[in-house]
Nanobody
């Protein structure tokens, strides 16, 4: 079993900042990548940012220059620093960890944390 616990969501005014955290525990054999996705009502889930075990990062175009993803390998944790938040960033943010075993990738998800940006 793998558990993901997210924290850090909340209500913030446009232009403000929030920092999301995700701690992963359980039967973690090999982490291939960790990331954050988001889903707004009526919209598909989309990748926000991801970071590989080697430290390579990938961002959605809509958040480049505003969000920063980082990880603490010793703690099996991933963070998302969100700056200059916009109304369009309002969504449920979900933590994802991708584990690798014998060449097969396994995805695990957190329950999500709500981020609401107000005007």
């Amino acid at each position: 079993q793998v558990q993901l616990v997210e924290s850090g969501g909340g209500l913030v005014q446009a232009g403000g900042s929030l920092r999301l955290s995700c701690a992963v525990s359980g039967n973690i054999f090999s982490i291939n990548a960790m990331g954050w996705y988001r889903q707004a009502p009526g919209k598909q889930r989309e990748l926000v940012a991801a970071i590989t075990s080697g430290g390579r990062t990938n961002y959605a175009d809509s958040v480049k220059g505003r969000f920063i993803i980082s990880r603490d390998s010793a703690k099996n944790a991933v963070y998302l620093q969100m700056n200059s938040l916009k109304l369009g960033d309002t969504a449920t943010y979900l933590c994802n960890v991708q584990l690798m075993m014998v060449g097969v990738k396994y995805d695990y998800w957190g329950q999500g944390t709500q981020v609401t940006v107000s005007s």
